[in-house]
């Protein structure tokens, strides 16, 4: 049975850094693609960056791009989420995510993923 574990969260002041891990068993990771979705208490939860299976093409939203970088390392089922320049609009709630089947247009559609982690906790305090 596919499992994604999330860790790497916790508080950190604005402008800090995190880097969260999503550990994967139960399936050859190299055989899909991975996003990551974060959500605030009372809100959608909302698609942030998506990775293709080789790792070779990545896609972010607005907000993140230039801070926020995905990475996957196949060989030991792990997939990255590096976020740097943090601000209290990054409180979430963060999940990585399996499978959307591409990193195409409907990357962001939640609803095309079919594994969700338990997701990890970020706030960050001004």
């Known amino acids: 049975q596919a499992q994604l574990v999330e860790s790497g969260g916790g508080s950190v002041q604005t402008g800090g850094s995190l880097r969260l891990s999503c550990a994967v068993s139960g399936l050859t990771l190299a055989d899909y693609y991975m996003g990551w979705f974060r959500q605030a208490p009372g809100k959608e939860r909302e698609a942030i960056s998506c990775i293709s299976r080789s790792g070779q093409n990545t896609y972010y939203i607005d907000a993140i791009k230039g801070r926020f970088s995905i990475s996957r390392d196949n060989a030991g089922n792990t997939v990255h989420l590096q976020m740097a320049r943090l601000g209290p609009e990054d409180t979430d709630k963060y999940y990585c995510?399996?499978?959307?089947?591409?990193?195409?247009?409907?990357?962001?559609?939640?609803?095309?993923?079919?594994?969700w982690g338990q997701g990890t906790q970020v706030t960050v305090s001004s």
């Open positions: 995510a399996t499978d959307p089947g591409s990193c195409g247009p409907a990357w962001m559609n939640s609803g095309r993923y079919i594994v």
